[in-house]
């Protein structure tokens, strides 16, 4: 059966979200133009790199090229939640990034975890072979948006341990860096033994 790929050459939204509670939560990305939608499945340290590799894809674009791209704002145009019900196309695998000089746009494609090996040469290609895929074309200001988002939906997780930087928990939190003692008891007057300090 031919590969499926979904194309968004002018979508009206592209974003990062997030479905559960901090410490178990799912990361969707999310394509939409007028009624279609289509949302992937990813990893927290996939949306991560492709935030990070977006903004450094428009960077080398304007010292490389001179194109005008706008820095990042501060804020952030779309605050809303993902469009439900959130059901995944696939779960991502393979995650290409592009410019496209002809349209001035950021080319995303996402590509699914596949089985069998694929020749690298599929990704931003219209083979029928390969995994499925979603491509999704951005313009510099929709890059930055997303880039943004991005962070914001990652920073939004539980906050960090200051010793450590392992995320903390309502149950508690085991930092390396207390020899296994909780941060709480530590502070709190007494050891987990039950001895003064």
Not at 74 to 100: K, Q
Not at 132 to 142: E, G, H, N, S, Y
Request: proline share 7%; with cysteine; aromatic share 6%.
């Amino acid at each position: 059966m031919p590969r499926a790929i979904h194309v968004f050459r002018t979508p009206d939204r592209f974003v990062a979200g997030t479905v559960g509670e901090p410490g178990d939560r799912s990361f969707y990305l999310q394509a939409v133009h007028d009624s279609r939608v289509i949302s992937v499945l990813l990893e927290k340290q996939q949306v991560q790199v492709l935030a990070d590799r977006m903004g450094m894809l428009l960077d080398e674009v304007q010292r490389r090229f001179g194109t005008d791209i706008p820095p990042q704002s501060s804020e952030l145009n779309d605050t809303n939640p993902l469009i439900t019900p959130v059901d995944a196309e696939f779960r991502v695998g393979t995650m290409g990034l592009g410019w496209d000089a002809d349209a001035k746009a950021v080319v995303v494609e996402l590509l699914a975890v596949t089985e069998t090996e694929f020749d690298e040469s599929v990704v931003l290609d219209d083979s029928e072979e390969g995994p499925d895929a979603v491509r999704v074309f951005l313009t510099p200001i929709q890059a930055r948006q997303f880039a943004l988002r991005s962070e914001m939906v990652i920073a939004a997780g539980r906050p960090p341990c200051p010793l450590c930087g392992e995320p903390l928990s309502p149950q508690g939190h085991m930092c390396v860096r207390t020899n296994g003692y909780k941060r709480g008891d530590l502070l709190g007057g007494t050891t987990e033994l039950g001895e003064d300090l």
